[in-house]
């Protein structure tokens, strides 16, 4: 399979814990975007990278979150201290930057915060 | 920020065409056309993408208008597998900083009855 894998599919975790997902975009995409959905909306824009260099960061993201992505490969999304409001899907897609941008989504990790 | 609107619900039934308009009143000039389909559980997939007048691949049509104010997607001859959530989103994709710009509104959920 050599789609966009994500990794855990799905966590439950304590307010106060910190959590990281996983995300391996298509190995020749240079182009790794992290959104998050709730339930009944469409998913909205966390952040952007363009090989490592995170180049768009939400303004509605809290300080919480962080995304990295070294070399420009799998990307990691952390969320300290988490809190119930946080609780909802986290998808990563990935796309190579050409005439058409077309997103490859992966399957999200489901977050529960208890 | 281009905003979009989609009408939130239609019905239809199968192998009739189903059309889906978005208003987008403050598209830029540098602005695309992008529509995405969601199932329950998976992350979207991309439907098509345009700049203007007539766009067609193998599972849609999209239309847009010469003021690009708006834009169509035609599914044709729908069957039951299509029922989903259709997003349409506006953004520069050709633009480094591309990802802050690609917003998926509430989208719209076409329900096909036998």
């Known amino acids: 399979d050599t789609g966009v894998s994500q990794d855990p599919r799905h966590k439950i975790t304590k307010r106060g814990q910190n959590v990281t997902f996983r995300c391996d975009p298509i190995?020749?995409?240079?182009?790794l975007y992290w959104y998050r959905q709730t339930l009944g909306q469409g998913p909205e824009f966390l952040t952007y990278?363009?090989?490592?260099?995170?180049?768009?960061k939400s303004r509605l993201l809290s300080d919480r979150f962080s995304a990295e992505r070294p070399k420009g490969s799998f990307s990691t999304l952390e969320i300290q201290r988490t809190e119930q409001g946080d609780s909802a899907m986290y998808l990563c897609?990935?796309?190579?930057?050409?005439?058409?941008?077309?997103?490859?989504f992966g399957p999200g990790t489901r977050l529960t915060v208890t | 920020l281009a905003k979009t609107t989609q009408p939130i619900s239609m019905d239809s039934y199968e192998g009739q065409e189903v059309n889906i308009t978005c208003s987008h009143n403050?598209?830029?000039?540098?602005?695309?056309i992008t529509w995405y389909q969601q199932f329950p559980s998976q992350g979207p997939r991309f439907i098509i993408q345009?700049?203007?007048t007539k766009v067609t691949n193998e599972v849609a049509s999209l239309f847009i208008p010469a003021d690009r104010k708006s834009s169509t997607l035609s599914l044709p001859r729908v069957s039951l597998s299509d029922t989903a959530v259709y997003y349409c989103?506006?953004?520069?994709?050709?633009?480094?900083?591309?990802?802050?710009?690609?917003?998926f509104g509430g989208g719209t959920r076409v329900l096909v009855k036998p």
């Open positions: 897609a990935s796309s190579i930057q050409g005439a058409v941008d077309e997103q490859y």
């Open positions: 190995s020749e995409h240079n182009r």
């Open positions: 990278f363009q090989n490592e260099a995170q180049l768009e």
């Open positions: 403050n598209i830029a000039t540098n602005d695309y």
């Open positions: 345009g700049y203007k």
């Open positions: 989103l506006v953004g520069d994709i050709r633009g480094r900083a591309a990802g802050n710009k690609l917003t």
